[in-house]
């Protein structure tokens, strides 16, 4: 059964800390996508990765967070300092052969996408 | 940009009851419209998708329609049951170069027995 791994599950740390969150995507997998989910403004996107390389990151802190994908089977989503508005559930996605830029891969069937189980971040 | 709106926020129904939950986005470029189920405390799972092309979506008890002119999904559940309750997503992907996700910020379903 292929799923998203993420780790840690939960993480309690004091503001400043630097906080690093993980994700497996699913292997064979070439799309990956990080989102953090608030009560008060739901799912946001912060990063986009497509074949590793990083397509959208807009959504994301720049002065504080980075997103990073340093081989196929990892990607990383820091956050340095912490803040405790930071505090949220993050989550990673992986899909297959999105349609992109440079042309696409086959449409069909290609589109889901398969979340992990989320961080859930607390910065006291 | 690419807003979706996901009414009623919260509903409760007794078991066995047909529902309907409601999805509207503001541009009607889309790709494709996904339904995703989430529990307490956990991930999102994929319920169906319906690509810009096609009108509706079957699985089970759910049916998802698509009026992508009129910027709606609609998600049907039959004969709801206790185990149906959770939260229900809403997200479109755009056409473009990044084909984002937009989510709406779900229904709360509560089917009692």
């Known amino acids: 059964d292929a799923r998203v791994t993420q780790t840690p599950r939960h993480k309690v740390t004091e503001m400043g800390q630097e906080v690093t969150m993980r994700c497996q995507p699913i292997l064979g997998h070439n799309t990956v996508f990080w989102y953090r989910q608030t009560m008060m403004q739901g799912l946001e996107l912060l990063a986009y990765?497509?074949?590793?390389?990083?397509?959208?990151d807009s959504g994301m802190p720049k002065d504080r967070f980075s997103a990073e994908m340093p081989d196929a089977t990892l990607a990383t989503l820091k956050i340095q300092p912490s803040e405790p508005r930071d505090s949220a559930v993050y989550f990673c996605?992986?899909?297959?052969?999105?349609?992109?830029?440079?042309?696409?891969?086959?449409?069909?069937?290609?589109?889901?996408?398969?979340f992990g189980a989320g961080s859930r971040l607390t910065v006291l | 940009k690419q807003e979706v709106t996901q009414i009623p926020a919260a509903l409760s129904v007794p078991e066995g009851e047909n529902l309907v939950l409601n999805c509207s986005f503001t541009?009607?470029?889309?790709?494709?419209l996904q339904w995703f189920r989430q529990d307490p405390g956990k991930g999102l799972t994929s319920l169906l998708l319906i690509q810009s092309s096609q009108r509706e979506q079957t699985s089970g008890r759910l049916n998802a329609s698509l009026d992508k002119s009129s910027g709606r999904s609609t998600l049907y559940i039959a004969a709801s049951q206790p185990g149906d309750s959770a939260t229900y997503l809403c997200?479109?992907?755009?056409?473009?170069?990044?084909?984002?996700?937009?989510f709406g910020k779900g229904t709360l379903l509560t089917v009692n027995p």
């Open positions: 997200a479109v992907r755009g056409r473009g170069s990044n084909y984002k996700l937009t």
């Open positions: 990765f497509r074949n590793r390389a990083p397509l959208d």
């Open positions: 996605a992986s899909g297959l052969g999105l349609p992109g830029l440079a042309g696409g891969l086959n449409k069909s069937g290609a589109n889901v996408l398969t």
């Open positions: 541009d009607s470029a889309i790709y494709n």
